[in-house]
């Protein structure tokens, strides 16, 4: 699924996401589990500007008391 945005540095509309997991994956600071998320990037075709990183599950960084 891409999201078609406009870079912020050349104006461009042409983007790609990519992802990052195993060491680059992300988990919350005050996590008692192995649990973690790909951490999402969508990078700028044009210039190669990082326009956005996310997770697509944010609510399963919260720690569950």
Same mark, same amino acid.
């Given at each position: 699924?891409?999201?078609?945005?406009?870079?912020?540095?050349?104006?461009? #509309?042409?983007?790609?996401?990519g992802f990052?997991?195993?060491?680059?994956? %992300?988990?919350?600071?005050?996590? !008692?589990?192995?649990?973690?998320?790909?951490?999402?990037? #969508?990078?700028?075709?044009?210039?190669?500007?990082?326009?956005?990183s996310f %997770?697509?599950n944010p609510?399963? !960084?919260?720690?569950?008391?």
């Amino acid at each position: 699924e891409n999201e078609f945005v406009r870079c912020p540095n050349c104006g461009s #509309i042409k983007n790609v996401i990519g992802f990052q997991d195993g060491y680059g994956s %992300v988990q919350a600071n005050n996590a !008692l589990t192995f649990k973690s998320q790909r951490l999402y990037h #969508i990078f700028c075709l044009d210039c190669g500007t990082l326009i956005r990183s996310f %997770v697509k599950n944010p609510e399963k !960084l919260v720690l569950n008391k």
